[in-house]
């Protein structure tokens, strides 16, 4: 599909209303109308890639981080107990249209929400050889430019730190996530 017939490059370009969440340079966070469960998130680049291998690294790091902090919104807001942030790559995947984009779903117990398989069972021989065909190609992973993010971490602590009571509790909340 192309960008001009692209629904979600619509969406992006306003022709198509939508309900934004959150918008940048480069990324539109916007409530999916058929959504999982109330507060499911559709992270947009607002660039037209058709699948993630084509979206550069800053971009999806990009998204990556948004993902992080809609999924924390989500959480502390909407009264969930959990997300799952969610990727259709490919058509048998389940990518039903050609802009790539992440999906941050709230979770709570017996929603009805059903991302489950059954396990495939490998011999060590099968698994083995995934094994090897993915590391081939993996060795050449890397070149990250972190230059800017260092920095970041290594920004003096700011004079006034939030209460230690605060931190543990948000923290303690977090962990009530994991089952
Ligand atoms: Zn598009």
């Known amino acids: 599909m192309q960008k001009e ?3 979600l490059c ?10 934004k969440v959150y ?3 480069l990324i539109l966070v916007v409530l999916d109308v058929n959504g999982a469960n109330p507060g499911h998130c559709f992270i947009l680049p607002k660039n037209h890639y058709p699948i993630i291998e084509q979206v550069p690294d800053v971009e999806i790091a990009r ?5 992080n902090k809609i999924s924390s919104a989500i959480f502390e807001n909407l ?9 259709t790559n490919g058509v ?6 050609a802009h790539f984009m992440m999906h941050v779903i709230p979770r ?20 083995s050889t995934v094994e090897l065909k ?3 190609h993996a060795n050449s992973i890397g070149g990250f430019k972190t230059g800017e993010q260092e920095k970041t971490i290594k920004q003096p602590e700011p004079t006034t730190t939030p209460s230690s009571d605060e931190d543990e509790d948000y923290f303690s909340r977090q962990l009530e996530r994991i089952p």
Request: hydrophobic letters at 30%; one cysteine or more.
């Open 10 to 19: 619509q969406i992006i370009e306003g022709k198509i209303p939508s309900k």
């Open 134 to 136: 993915i590391k081939e």
């Open 5 to 7: 017939s692209c629904l």
């Open 108 to 127: 709570k117990e017996k929603d009805n929400v059903n991302l489950e398989w059954q396990p495939k069972q490998l011999t060590e021989e099968e698994m």
């Open 79 to 87: 009264g969930v107990q959990g997300t799952n942030l969610f990727i």
């Open 92 to 97: 048998p995947a389940g990518q039903t249209v």
């Open 63 to 67: 998204m990556g981080n948004i993902a």
């Open 23 to 25: 918008e940048d340079d």
